[in-house]
């Protein structure tokens, strides 16, 4: 099993700045796409940043210019920063990752969730 562990959240004003961590540790050979997703209150979850473990990354259109995600392949650990952030970008941000264990098998896994909140 994997275990996700993400940081990062907090109340911010608009146009400010915030960084999400999500550590990634246990029984994994490799991980191969790391992403976030957020979910408002009454809405979807829906995908905000991925990126791949080559490097390529697919961002949602309306973080696009705003939003960077990288990550640290030694840590495990991916990273979302936030800028010019805006009250709709209030949701939970969640952490995902897909990843490959010592058996070969492949698995996704979320983490437990951090709240972003964007309001002056």
């Known amino acids: 099993q994997v275990h996700l562990v993400e940081s990062g959240g907090g109340l911010v004003q608009p146009g400010g700045s915030l960084r999400l961590s999500c550590a990634a540790s246990?029984?994994?050979?490799?991980?191969?796409?790391m992403g976030w997703y957020r979910q408002a209150p009454g809405k979807q979850r829906e995908l905000v940043a991925a990126i791949t473990s080559g490097g390529s990354t697919n961002y949602a259109d309306s973080v696009k210019g705003r939003f960077t995600i990288s990550r640290d392949n030694a840590k495990n650990t991916v990273y979302l920063q936030m800028n010019s952030l805006k009250p709709e970008d209030t949701a939970v941000y969640y952490c995902?990752?897909?990843?490959?264990?010592?058996?070969?098998?492949?698995?996704?896994?979320w983490g437990q969730g951090t709240q972003v909140t964007v309001s002056s």
């Open positions: 246990g029984s994994i050979f490799r991980i191969n796409v």
């Open positions: 995902n990752v897909d990843y490959r264990d010592f058996l070969f098998r492949d698995f996704g896994s």
